[in-house]
Nanobody, 125 residues
Framework: QVHLVESGGGSVQAGGSLRLSCAAS????????MAWFRQAPGKEREGVAT???????NYADSVKGRFTISKDDATNTLYLQMNSLKPEDTAMYYC???????????????????WGQGTQVTVSS
């Protein structure tokens, strides 16, 4: 079992930046592919970015060039640096872990075994 806890959300104006963190605890010695998802009110959960075991990253088209996913294996922490934020980035952001080296269909929620409780990001215009 892996326990994921997100932090770093908040309210910012358009054009601003936030850095989300996801601390993992528990069965962290297992290999995991990690990802960030988000869900806005009335919308489906969508994959934002993923980082595979050896560091390969992928992003949703809507965030490419603005968001950067990274991880620190020494501290079992996943990050999402979000720059040039837009009002449409407003959502609850979730950290997720899959017991895989790499997830080909990384944007699909059922791929992931573990989820955090989420952290709210609000971007005002």
């Amino acid at each position: 079992q892996v326990h994921l806890v997100e932090s770093g959300g908040g309210s910012v104006q358009a054009g601003g930046s936030l850095r989300l963190s996801c601390a993992a605890s528990g069965k962290t010695y297992t290999t995991y592919c990690m990802a960030w998802f988000r869900q806005a009110p009335g919308k489906e959960r969508e994959g934002v970015a993923t980082i595979a075991t050896y560091g390969t990253t992928n992003y949703a088209d809507s965030v490419k060039g603005r968001f950067t996913i990274s991880k620190d294996d020494a501290t079992n922490t996943l990050y999402l640096q979000m720059n040039s934020l837009k009002p449409e980035d407003t959502a609850m952001y979730y950290c997720a872990a899959a017991e895989l080296w790499y997830a080909r269909r990384w944007w699909e929620s059922p791929v992931y075994n573990y989820w955090g409780q989420g952290t709210q990001v609000t971007v005002s215009s």
